[in-house]
């Protein structure tokens, strides 16, 4: 039993960890309706389609800025067309 909470924690804490460093979830402040709830949706789906690439090196916060400064649309493009 123990070993079952501790992996539950663990990957628990991967996934939040993952968001407050890459997104800064901790510091948004969407409390309006359902927004909190529909964007921390999205950003759990753009942390998938991020760790999924495997095309650019940099971490998960380099390839969001990448993908959302519009810098490299090519970039953004081949995120999305992947996820479909």
Known sequence: MLGYVRGHWGIDNKLHWSLDMAFREDALRNRVGHS??????????????????????????GKRLKACLGLEEDYLLGLLARAV
């Not at 949706?41 to 916060?61: H, T, V």
């Open 36 to 61: 909190a709830e529909d964007f921390s949706r999205i950003r759990r789906l753009a942390l998938n389609l991020l760790r999924q690439d495997k095309s650019c090196k940099a971490g998960i916060e």
